[in-house]
Structure formats: structure tokens, C-alpha cells
């Protein structure tokens, strides 16, 4: 896969984010998403997170694994075992 290809497939995977609005869900092609209401967290597909972040719409709430301990961790069991 090209990087073209990875950036697209990424884009569709859901992320949490927590609005700072209100509104009812939205019925896109790819599947409905929401309703979003202000602190309660939701999933939304990545590049809708991104795009309601450059708005100041919403907070991306980072994934499990992006934790630095874990990361570190993760690093140290692949010098080990690599």
C-alpha cells in the first residue's frame, strides 16, 4: 500500500471526541454519526474529528495505545525480544 492508501483508510477509523455543541445526528454514506451533545463523548470517523478540531468544535480524546508509558513500554519489549 502506498501512503496515499494508508491516509485513506485511516481517515475512515472511528476516534472518540467530546463535542462542545449540540446536534442531531447526521445521516452520511458512510454511516450515521451522533447526535452530538456538549461533554458527552461520541465516535466519529477520523477526518470528522479533525475537521470539527480545526473548528475548536470538539476535543479528540487520544486512543489507549497513544499513552507515553505504554508506548515505552512497547519500545522496551521490542529491543528485547527484536
Known amino acids: 500500500m502506498d501512503p496515499d492508501e494508508v491516509e485513506f483508510w485511516a481517515e475512515k ?4 471526541i467530546v463535542p462542545t455543541f449540540n446536534s ?8 450515521d454519526v451522533g447526535p452530538f451533545r456538549a461533554t458527552i463523548p461520541v465516535r466519529v470517523p477520523l477526518w470528522m474529528a479533525i475537521d470539527l478540531k480545526k473548528r475548536q468544535q470538539c ?5 489507549d495505545w497513544m499513552d507515553v508509558d505504554y508506548l515505552t513500554r512497547l519500545k522496551e519489549e521490542e529491543k528485547v525480544n527484536g
Open 13 to 16: 477509523s472511528l476516534v472518540e
Open 24 to 31: 442531531p445526528a447526521l445521516f452520511l454514506i458512510g454511516g
Open 59 to 63: 476535543k479528540i480524546v487520544p486512543p
